[in-house]
């Protein structure tokens, strides 16, 4: 055997072995993460604020604001919506929604993000202001974006999920929907990512900002200590600002807990390949701390995810049965990680043939996602990351929050 060929043998072998450590990580998961859960004995007396912040979601948000309307056992409970600088019909369309329901407030804002913010957390800092403003003892406040869905117990699940980990922040992971066929491929990865590589009951038990994961989509936090660490001021100017966020509470000695939400959380993030694509880069140039740290993790998945399938098809002996191994470690790994979403919410019902041809298609989402990183670093090189119609970040002068009710 060449010199070349020692190499791809010894690289495809330890690939395999890391594509089987993912699965055994990947099964412990699916066994052993904590789901949300209807269950609760009672109503919740709490006080809760549920905040949407929404930017061109017109035919999104009534979804959300009727869910909303529709939650049971909160006995509490009061909805802040922001338009936050429409272009479209979200302003009028979320008033329809809300009707003439006292505890749903539909606020408009035309100002711009401040320098330095990007314009999540801007939307997020105004209507944690209006939140705290509402309630002279508010004990929980949640954020939810307007692609969400929820059943009808989500707010009390979490609610309680919240109290009974004694926690600063319970995130619910929403099942995630697709669609097109570019979504089936890439964002099962999104739950996959921490499913085959961090094992969730040790890391809820851990305040290592390290093991933090979390989910913007749906994230309750204690009131208290989401004030206490200057709320969404610590992350003004983070592209991962729910990420962020979680790991401040964590060195602030405060718990954060990743839960299931499949079978009362969905969402649907984009909508085909463009959405899909502006959505990612906005991001991933940031996700593994900039250029070199995601030329290292790319570097890793690579061996393990697509030398394997490559030497199962073109090796031979004992590089063939590598390959083998690490492919079906890695379509077991992907089996294993979507029975953490594999609840349904009322109405919806799960394929399981979907399931099994989108896992065996691991390599091609894997490839997917290696290009829409390489993607989102040269757009952030180019200075061009747009999300909603407007740049990532803020850099020049915004005028006041200006909003009504």
Not at 121 to 147: K, W, Y
Not at 242 to 249: H, P, Q, S, V, W
Request: hydrophobic share 45%; with cysteine; charged share 20%.
């Amino acid at each position: 055997m060449t010199t070349a060929g020692r190499v791809i043998a010894g690289a495809t072998a330890v690939g395999a072995v890391l594509s089987v450590s993912t699965a055994a990580i990947s099964v412990f998961n699916a066994v052993t993460v904590p789901r949300l859960s209807r269950a609760t004995d009672s109503d919740v007396h709490e006080s809760i604020v549920v905040c949407v912040p929404a930017r061109n979601e017109q035919e999104q948000l009534p979804l959300l604001i009727a869910d909303l309307r529709a939650q049971r056992r909160c006995r509490d409970l009061r909805i802040l919506i922001l338009d936050d600088g429409s272009s479209d019909d979200t302003l009028a369309a979320a008033r329809a929604a809300a009707g003439d329901d006292a505890r749903v407030h539909v606020v408009e804002s035309c100002a711009e993000p401040p320098p330095g913010w990007t314009g999540k957390a801007a939307a997020c800092r105004t209507l944690a202001g209006l939140a705290f403003e509402m309630s002279d003892h508010l004990d929980a406040i949640v954020f939810v974006d307007a692609d969400v869905r929820l059943a009808e117990d989500a707010i009390a699940a979490a609610a309680s999920t919240l109290r009974r980990y004694d926690a600063a922040l319970v995130c619910p992971w929403p099942k995630q929907i697709s669609e097109s066929v570019v979504e089936h491929l890439v964002q099962p990865l999104l739950g996959f990512s921490w499913m085959s590589t961090l094992p969730i009951r040790l890391a809820n038990g851990s305040l290592r900002p390290s093991t933090t994961v979390s989910c913007g989509q749906f994230m309750m936090f204690d009131a208290a200590a989401y004030r206490d660490i200057g709320g969404h001021e610590s992350v003004a100017a983070s592209v991962t600002e729910d990420l962020d966020i979680a790991r401040a509470l964590r060195r602030s000695g405060r718990g954060t807990i990743l839960v299931s939400g499949a079978g009362l959380v969905e969402c649907r993030m984009y909508d085909g390949v463009n959405d899909l694509r502006a959505g990612y880069s906005r991001w991933l140039w940031n996700a593994f701390g900039g250029t070199g740290g995601s030329i290292a993790v790319l570097s890793a998945v690579s061996v393990m995810y697509l030398l394997p399938p490559v030497a199962a098809l073109v090796g031979s002996g004992a590089v063939r049965r590598w390959g083998r191994i690490g492919y079906g470690a890695a379509v077991l790994s992907r089996l294993a990680a979507a029975q953490v979403e594999s609840a349904d919410m009322p109405g919806r019902s799960t394929d399981v043939l979907r399931c099994a041809v989108e896992s065996s298609a691991h390599p091609l989402s894997v490839a997917g996602y290696l290009w829409l990183t390489i993607d989102s670093h040269r757009s952030h090189r180019r200075g061009n990351l747009m999300w909603k119609q407007r740049p990532l970040i803020a850099e020049e002068e915004s005028p006041a929050i200006e909003g009504r009710s």
